[in-house]
C-alpha cells in the first residue's frame, strides 16, 4: 500500500510540474527526478537511429515524430538512400506521429499509422500537407513540437500499448489526418473500417526488414477522437491511368476523397481524414490502440489502459514508471552531463525488446498464424547480434525478473517454431545477421543464477543449432564445413565466411560450459574443442585473422584494412579483419600465445587504437580495450581507453552515441563502464573492472533473485580527468586481481575503488 500511496504521490506532483509548463516536461532546469536526466534527442543524429517519441519502458507502443519524407529541405530522405529511423534530429519537415517503432536499428521497418493535425483547406498529399516545426521538447514518455504551417501545438504520450496525442488549434478549419500510406516499412497494403463518427478501425501490413521477403505481419488499430467532427471520410491514391480511360478520370493518379462512402476501404496508399471546427487555443486529444493479434485486441488494449484517463494522467502515468525503472540505478558525483549521458543510456536500455502480448495475454505465435495466450509477459525485437554481447547481462544483474522473461520467451519460440531466435521480429526470423546468438544469452543468464525455466528444452534447442548439416539448420547454413573443417572457408568474395566461424566459436564456448555444469563432459568436451578453430584463421604474415578459401590456403590478395566505412570485405561482415581479431574472449591467451606472447598481442592491440582502427560503433570489437586487463601490469591501459571513448564517443549531443544504438547495445557500453566493469565474455560470468565515472553508484537489487538488497559502488573520484586504479577493496577486503566473478559481484555489497 506504501508503494501504491507513493506511486501516485509522485504522479500528481508531475502532473502539477507539467501543468506550470503548460503541459510540457522540463528538461536541464532543476532535475528533482532521475527522468530529468534524460535526453531523449542523444543519438537522434550522426546514425545513432534512436528518437524522441514518447514510450514506456519495454512498452509496444511508441509515438515517434516522422520527419523524414516529403521536402528537399530535409538533409535524409527515407526514399532516397538507405534510412531505418522515423526522425533525423537535422531535418525540418514533420509529416505525423508514427505509431510503433524501432530504436537503434540499422534496418527500415515499422513507423506507419501516421497522425497528422492540419488546418485550412483538407489536403491529403503529405508532400504538400507536412510542415515545418520549432520548439521540440522531450521528455521520458513525452514529446512535442509547434508546427509552424499551422500554428498547432502537437504533443504524444503513450501507455505500454497504446497512444495518445493532443492538438491544440487555432480557431478555423481544422482536421486530424491518418495515413495508413507511408512509413518506414518496404511492405504494402492496408484497410480501414468507420466505426462511428469517432472512430476507425482496420489493419497495415509490415514486414521485410533488411529485406527478408516473407518475414512479413500485420498491424492493428482502433483509433479514436474525442470530439464529433464535422465530416469524416477516407482518401486513396489512385492507380495513373492512359488514353480515353485517362480522360474520364479526373482522379487519374492523384489522392481522391470518399466524402460519401463509409464502409472498408483498402489500398496500397490509402487514409482517413477527420475535420473540425476548432475555437482558438481548442485541444483534441487522438488515441490509437494496437496489436498485432487483432483489431478487437487492439481495442481491448485501448479501453483497458486508457479508461478515465486524459493526456495529462497519461503522461504523468509513464513518467511514474520511467522514473521508477531508471532508479534501480543511482549515482552519486559526476557531473550533470555524465549523469545525462548515463540515464539516457538506461533509458534506451529500456526500449527493447518489449512487449508483444495483448492486455489478455494473447499474442502471435513465432511463424505461425496462431494466436496463443501468455501468462507472463511476451517479448519481441531480439536483435541478438547486438544485445547477447552486454544487453542481457545488464538486464540480468539490473532488471532480472525482466531477463528471466525473455529467455522464457525465446524458449516457447523454440517450441513453437523449432529454433531460437536469430534476429526476431513481432513473431518473424529475419534471419539478420550471423551467428547463433541466443546460445551465449541464455547460458549467460543459467551461469549468473537465473535458472526458473526449462533447462533440458534449452539444452536441445542449443545442441540441435550446433549440430544439424548446414542443409537444415537455419542458424547455422554452413555448419557442415565448420563441423568437417573446424572453420569456415569463403566460398564466395563476400560471404562473411570469417565472422559466421567466430560467432559460431563463442556460441561453441559458451554452449561447453553449459554442457559441462549439466554433466555432459562429453559434449563439454566436444564444443570447447571446436570453440577453438579461430586459431585456422590466424595469418602470421599479416598477424591477423584471414579468410581461408576451401582448399586450406589463406584467401589473397589480402588487405586486412579492406572494409572500412562499410565497403564490402572478403570474410568479414560490416568491418574489416582488425575490427574482427581480437574477438576471441574466451581465449585471449590462446591468441596472444599465436601472436607471439603477451608484449606482442599488448602492442598489437594498442596500435589498433591509436591508429585509429579502432571502430565505436562495431560490435565485435567493442570490448577489445577490456582484454588489457588480462595480463598483469597492463590493466591500466583498460582504464585509460575506457575513460577515453567514453568521453569521445558518448556525449550530451543528438551525435553522442557513436553510430546505431543497436536496441541497446552502445548504450549498454556506456553504462557498465560509466559504472566500473564489463561482461567481455558472453556466457563468462565474470566482469573486467574498470574506473568508475562516479563517487557512488547504488544498484538495486531483486530480493527474488539476488541475496543482498544492493549493491554500492564508491569511489573517491574528485573530478573529470582520467584516473587509474589504485586498489580495489570488495567489503572490506583488497582483492588482487582485476577481473570479479557476478557471484563475487551480487554478494559483495560494498565495492571501493581508490583511484590515483
Known amino acids: 500500500m506504501k508503494r501504491i500511496l507513493l506511486t501516485y504521490t509522485l504522479a500528481f506532483s508531475l502532473l502539477s510540474v507539467c501543468a506550470e509548463e503548460g503541459g510540457s516536461p522540463p528538461f536541464n532546469e532543476k532535475k528533482d527526478l532521475l527522468i530529468d536526466y534524460v535526453d531523449p534527442f542523444i543519438g537522434t543524429t550522426n546514425f545513432g537511429t534512436t528518437n524522441p517519441g514518447a514510450v514506456c519502458p519495454n512498452g509496444m507502443m511508441s509515438v515517434v515524430p516522422f520527419n523524414v519524407m516529403g521536402s528537399s529541405d530535409n538533409k535524409y530522405d527515407k526514399d532516397a538512400r538507405w534510412w531505418s529511423t522515423p526522425y533525423e534530429h537535422t531535418n525540418c519537415f514533420f509529416t505525423g506521429y508514427a505509431h510503433v517503432n524501432l530504436s537503434g536499428v540499422g534496418c527500415p521497418e515499422l513507423g506507419s499509422l501516421l497522425l497528422m493535425p492540419t488546418t485550412g483547406e483538407l489536403n491529403v498529399d503529405y508532400k504538400e500537407y507536412g510542415s515545418k516545426y520549432k520548439d521540440e521538447q522531450a521528455s521520458p514518455g513525452y514529446y512535442s513540437n509547434y508546427l509552424t504551417k499551422y500554428n498547432v501545438k502537437t504533443e504524444a504520450s503513450a501507455t505500454p500499448r497504446t497512444g495518445i496525442t493532443r492538438f491544440t488549434f487555432p480557431k478555423g478549419k481544422s482536421h486530424v489526418l491518418l495515413n495508413l500510406g507511408e512509413g518506414l516499412t518496404n511492405e504494402t497494403g492496408a484497410m480501414l473500417r468507420r466505426v462511428n463518427d469517432c472512430e476507425v478501425e482496420g489493419m497495415k501490413l509490415l514486414g521485410t526488414f533488411c529485406y527478408n521477403p516473407q518475414a ?99 503522461h504523468a502515468d509513464a513518467r511514474v514508471k520511467w522514473n521508477d525503472d531508471l532508479s534501480r540505478i543511482t549515482v552519486k558525483g559526476g557531473t550533470d552531463d555524465q549523469k545525462t549521458v548515463f540515464y539516457t543510456a538506461l533509458y534506451h536500455l529500456l526500449i527493447h525488446p518489449n512487449i508483444l502480448q495483448d492486455v489478455n495475454g494473447e499474442y502471435p505465435a513465432m511463424e505461425s498464424d496462431k494466436i496463443l495466450t501468455t501468462k507472463g509477459d511476451r517479448y519481441t525485437v531480439f536483435s541478438l547480434w547486438d544485445t547477447y554481447r552486454n544487453v542481457h547481462q545488464l538486464l540480468t544483474l539490473v532488471y532480472p525478473e525482466r531477463q528471466i522473461e525473455m529467455v522464457r520467451t525465446m524458449l516457447d519460440m523454440y517450441r513453437e517454431h523449432g529454433w531460437l531466435p536469430k534476429w526476431e521480429l513481432y513473431g518473424r526470423e529475419t534471419l539478420t545477421m550471423e551467428g547463433d546468438p541466443s546460445i551465449p544469452v541464455i547460458v549467460d543468464t543459467w551461469m549468473k543464477g537465473l535458472r526458473d525455466f ?8 542449443m545442441y540441435k543449432s550446433a549440430t544439424l548439416p548446414g542443409a537444415e539448420n537455419l542458424m547455422r547454413p554452413d555448419n557442415d564445413d ?77 588487405d586486412p584494412k579492406q572494409g572500412e566505412n562499410f565497403e564490402p570485405s572478403p570474410g568479414f561482415h560490416e568491418g574489416n579483419s582488425w575490427n574482427y581479431t581480437f574477438y576471441v574472449p574466451h581465449d585471449v591467451y590462446g591468441l596472444a600465445k599465436l601472436m607471439g606472447g603477451k608484449k606482442a598481442f599488448i602492442n598489437k592491440l594498442q596500435m589498433v587504437f591509436d591508429e585509429g582502427l579502432y571502430d565505436p560503433a562495431n560490435e565485435p570489437d567493442i570490448a577489445y580495450a577490456h582484454l588489457f586487463s588480462y595480463f598483469k601490469g597492463e590493466e591500466w591501459r583498460t582504464q585509460k581507453e575506457t575513460q577515453r571513448l567514453l568521453d569521445k564517443y558518448f556525449t550530451t549531443k ?24 564489463y561482461p567481455d565474455c558472453p556466457g563468462l560470468p565474470e566482469y573486467t573492472l574498470t574506473t568508475p565515472v562516479f563517487n557512488k553508484v547504488t544498484i538495486r537489487l531483486d530480493p527474488k533473485w539476488y541475496k543482498e538488497k544492493e549493491l554500492v559502488i564508491e569511489s573517491n573520484r574528485t573530478g573529470t580527468e582520467a584516473l587509474y586504479i589504485d586498489k580495489v577493496l570488495l567489503n572490506g577486503k583488497k582483492i588482487n586481481k582485476y577481473r570479479i566473478t557476478h557471484d563475487e559481484l551480487v554478494h559483495g555489497k560494498k565495492m571501493l575503488f581508490e583511484l590515483k
Open 216 to 314: 512479413v505481419f500485420p498491424i492493428y488499430f482502433v483509433m479514436r477522437v474525442n470530439k464529433v467532427p464535422a465530416a469524416t471520410g477516407y482518401w486513396k491514391k489512385q492507380r495513373p491511368m492512359t488514353g480515353v480511360e485517362a480522360q474520364w478520370d479526373s482522379d487519374n493518379g492523384k489522392y481522391k476523397l470518399y466524402t460519401k462512402y463509409g464502409k472498408e476501404i483498402a489500398g496500397d496508399d490509402v487514409g482517413a481524414y477527420f475535420s473540425f471546427d476548432t475555437e482558438e487555443g481548442e485541444q483534441i486529444e487522438v488515441r490509437m490502440g494496437v496489436s498485432f493479434v487483432s483489431i478487437e485486441n487492439a481495442r481491448l488494449n485501448l479501453d483497458k489502459e486508457q479508461v478515465g484517463k486524459n493526456f495529462e494522467t497519461v
Open 482 to 558: 565448420y563441423m568437417e573443417k573446424g572453420y569456415v572457408p569463403l566460398r564466395e568474395q563476400y560471404d562473411n565466411s570469417v565472422s559466421h566461424a567466430l560467432e559460431y566459436y563463442i556460441a561453441d564456448f559458451a554452449l561447453s560450459r553449459f554442457a559441462d555444469a549439466l554433466g555432459k563432459k562429453k559434449d563439454a568436451e566436444m564444443f570447447y574443442k571446436r570453440s577453438l578453430g579461430y586459431r585456422h584463421y590466424y595469418s602470421k604474415e599479416f598477424g591477423t585473422l584471414r579468410p581461408i578459401l576451401p582448399d586450406g590456403t589463406f584467401y589473397s590478395p589480402f
Open 454 to 461: 526449462d533447462v533440458d528444452l534449452a539444452y536441445e534447442a
Open 654 to 677: 543528438p551525435d553522442g552515441i557513436p553510430g546505431n544504438d543497436d536496441t541497446g547495445t552502445m548504450s549498454a557500453w556506456a553504462i557498465f563502464n560509466m559504472i566500473g566493469f
